[in-house]
């Protein structure tokens, strides 16, 4: 092999690690939607963790449903109160909802997510009045609902379905709560604004090229090295 084949051999796959290195994945959209129903206070959906919680932040029940109209995971009474709210029917009762004085929330644990998230997707939005949702994130773990950790809200007509985006310089939290909460502490809407956490879509970060990848491109250079040491060897002699 001549000097200037292998050169153009070596280049080449250079080029090829260069382009391994800012490699991108597609999307990846984790759905919540199912039959289950009760889903204790805690389930993993692949490697995102959804959690339930009611408006003093103690733990409730998860419930997960799948109808025409209603897709998602939803909260349940607290753990104090019982499991009193799933069986036949469903309704508002399971949703995200802020019924009465008290509002629920769904915390999504997104820690051993290689990637942001882009897309929080919600489903049988019904508004009385006001708001229907809204969305926080932090890297803590422990809700505050401060201002510090508002991302934004939303409204929408009777049993609608809304993706909602999240804005790139909200995409690096561990910790994504979706509520009917306002960001002064008070509940979203007069009364009545409940809804189902359906889906959420993160975008993986760009993947880095493997160590084998930069073990075959030093091979490369090095094999590149001893051809040409054996070519002046043959030259001189």
Same mark, same amino acid.
């Given at each position: 092999?001549?000097?200037?084949?292998?050169? =153009?051999?070596?280049?080449?796959?250079?080029?090829?690690? @260069?382009?391994? +290195?800012?490699? =991108?994945?597609?999307?990846?959209?984790?759905? $919540? /939607?199912?039959?289950?129903?009760?889903?204790?206070?805690?389930?993993?959906?692949?490697?995102?963790?959804?959690?339930?919680?009611?408006?003093?932040?103690?733990?409730?029940?998860?419930?997960?449903?799948? +109808?025409?109209?209603?897709?998602?995971?939803?909260?349940?009474?607290?753990?104090?109160?019982?499991?009193?709210?799933?069986?036949?029917?469903?309704? @508002?009762?399971?949703?995200?909802?802020?019924?009465?004085?008290?509002?629920?929330?769904?915390?999504?644990?997104?820690?051993?997510?290689?990637?942001?998230?882009?897309?929080?997707?919600?489903?049988?939005?019904?508004?009385?009045?006001?708001?229907?949702?809204?969305?926080?994130?932090?890297?803590?773990?422990?809700? +505050?609902?401060?201002?510090?950790?508002?991302?934004? =809200?939303?409204?929408?007509?009777?049993?609608?379905?809304?993706?909602?985006?999240?804005?790139?310089?909200?995409?690096?939290?561990?910790?994504?709560?979706?509520?009917?909460?306002?960001?002064?502490?008070?509940?979203?809407?007069?009364?009545?604004?409940? $809804?189902?956490?359906? /889906?959420?879509?993160? +975008?993986?970060?760009?993947?880095?090229?493997?160590?084998?990848?930069?073990?075959?491109?030093?091979?490369?250079?090095?094999?590149?090295?001893?051809?040409?040491?054996?070519?002046?060897? @043959?030259?001189?002699?």
């Amino acid at each position: 092999m001549s000097i200037l084949k292998f050169t =153009h051999i070596a280049t080449g796959s250079a080029l090829v690690l @260069a382009s391994l +290195t800012t490699a =991108h994945a597609a999307a990846v959209v984790t759905d $919540f /939607s199912g039959t289950a129903g009760d889903l204790g206070t805690s389930h993993a959906f692949g490697n995102i963790i959804a959690a339930a919680f009611n408006s003093s932040g103690e733990t409730a029940y998860l419930n997960q449903r799948n +109808t025409s109209s209603d897709k998602g995971i939803g909260v349940c009474n607290s753990v104090d109160d019982g499991r009193t709210c799933f069986g036949a029917g469903n309704g @508002a009762k399971n949703e995200i909802d802020n019924n009465g004085a008290s509002y629920d929330w769904i915390r999504l644990d997104v820690s051993a997510v290689h990637g942001v998230v882009t897309r929080i997707g919600l489903s049988s939005l019904d508004k009385d009045t006001g708001d229907d949702y809204s969305i926080w994130g932090n890297n803590t773990g422990i809700a +505050t609902f401060t201002a510090a950790d508002f991302i934004t =809200h939303g409204s929408s007509s009777g049993k609608a379905n809304k993706n909602v985006s999240i804005a790139q310089g909200f995409g690096h939290y561990s910790y994504y709560y979706v509520t009917t909460r306002f960001q002064d502490g008070t509940k979203q809407g007069a009364n009545g604004s409940d $809804f189902l956490l359906q /889906s959420i879509t993160t +975008t993986p970060l760009p993947v880095p090229l493997p160590a084998a990848g930069w073990l075959l491109g030093s091979g490369l250079i090095g094999l590149f090295g001893l051809k040409r040491k054996r070519s002046d060897k @043959a030259a001189n002699s």
